[in-house]
């Protein structure tokens, strides 16, 4: 059975730095693009960043640009977003999620979804 599992999420001061892990079972991950999402409160989900099935091309959301960092690491069938200079707005439950074919910002275009993992941005 296809599963993706977050992890590495918590609470951490403005500034501070993150980094969330997406680990597949049941499946290879490199026969997928994935992306992370995040959602806040009373907000819409919102794609936050994305890597293509050979992790040659990332895409990040203008509002993560320059701060985040999204890897793969193929033997350990596991997907990475390293978080660095948070900022309260970073608050959101985070999600990465698998589709088939390339890249998409639009959460609607993905088949399969992890739980998702708590960031908080706070003093």
């Known amino acids: 059975q296809l599963q993706l599992v977050e992890s590495g999420g918590g609470l951490v001061q403005p500034g501070g730095s993150l980094r969330l892990s997406c680990a597949a079972s049941?499946?290879?991950?490199?026969?997928?693009?994935i992306g992370w999402f995040r959602q806040a409160p009373g907000k819409e989900r919102e794609g936050v960043s994305c890597?293509?099935?050979?992790?040659?091309?990332?895409n990040y959301a203008d509002s993560v640009k320059g701060r985040f960092t999204m890897s793969r690491d193929f033997a350990k069938n596991t997907v990475y977003l390293q978080m660095s200079s948070l900022k309260p707005e970073d608050t959101a439950l985070y999600y990465c999620?698998?589709?088939?074919?390339?890249?998409?910002?639009?959460?609607?275009?993905?088949?399969?979804w992890g739980q998702g993992t708590q960031v908080t941005v706070s003093s």
């Open positions: 890597i293509n099935k050979s992790g040659t091309i990332t």
């Open positions: 049941g499946f290879p991950l490199a026969a997928y693009a």
């Open positions: 999620a698998a589709r088939a074919v390339w890249c998409s910002n639009r959460p609607d275009l993905y088949n399969y």
